[in-house]
């Protein structure tokens, strides 16, 4: 590279529970700018979980992103006309940020009357160890095991 890298930018962590990954979900949450809301949609969806659960919803949260974080992905890569599938293991802060938005998406496209509750659902089904953020995650991994053979590509 021919400049120096970029300096990190700092996330301050949030309001209600003093922590930056609270603020990096709530980021991804967002849409047009609009972060009280997204702020709102979080904390209601915690508090649902709580009710639901009968746990601490933060800690709920917690472990249902651990669940739908994925540890390995494949790439695309072009070797004498033939392209394959090459497994690689992820950076810590790309994995965490794959789980995070996987998990926004797919609660986006449940079927229930408001985001809070489509996030709590969500949330709820990850840290079961199902769901489809969950399922997202296995089909990643299958796909890096199948194509386990190709690795050796993955250091030309």
């Known amino acids: 590279m021919r400049k120096s890298r970029p300096k990190p930018r700092i996330t301050l962590p949030d309001p209600k529970y003093k922590e930056v990954i ?13 972060k009280n809301i997204s702020y709102r949609i979080f904390y209601d969806a915690i508090d649902i979980i709580s009710e639901r659960t ?4 933060l800690e709920v ?12 992905e494949v790439r695309s890569r072009r070797i004498g006309g033939a392209t ?9 802060e790309r994995k965490l940020s794959i789980g995070m938005k996987n998990l926004i998406n797919v609660a986006r496209k449940r079927h229930e009357k408001s985001m809070q509750e489509k996030l709590a659902g969500e949330i709820i089904a990850a840290y079961k160890e199902e769901g489809s953020a969950f399922k997202k995650k296995e089909d990643t991994h299958r796909m890096a095991e199948a194509n386990k053979a190709f690795s050796h590509f993955r250091f030309k």
């Open 84 to 92: 394959f599938q090459i497994p690689s293991e992820i950076r810590a």
């Open 61 to 72: 949260w917690r472990k249902a992103l651990a669940n739908v974080t994925p540890a390995v």
């Open 22 to 34: 609270v603020t990096k979900f709530v980021n991804n949450l967002m849409l047009k700018g609009k």
């Open 54 to 57: 009968k746990e601490n919803g």
